[in-house]
């Protein structure tokens, strides 16, 4: 009798996922298991280029054709 338990188990295993697709049933969607996650973090913002202090202020059009 102790042979046949893995023939069994073998049988029962061997008979997960042979009912077709799985579909939910109508309605709202359950709620998750495992509670709902957390955000996204907003990524952070990209700062302006820092000035070239050795270029000097372009006030004139002389300093803008340097």
Known sequence: MRH?????ALAALAACGTRGNLTLP???AP???FGNPAPAKPLPKPQP?????????????????K
């Open 49 to 65: 280029p820092a000035a070239d202090a050795s270029r000097g202020d372009l006030n004139t059009a002389a300093d803008a054709a």
């Open 31 to 33: 709620a998750p298991i």
């Open 4 to 8: 046949y338990i893995p023939l069994v």
């Open 26 to 28: 109508p309605g709202p």
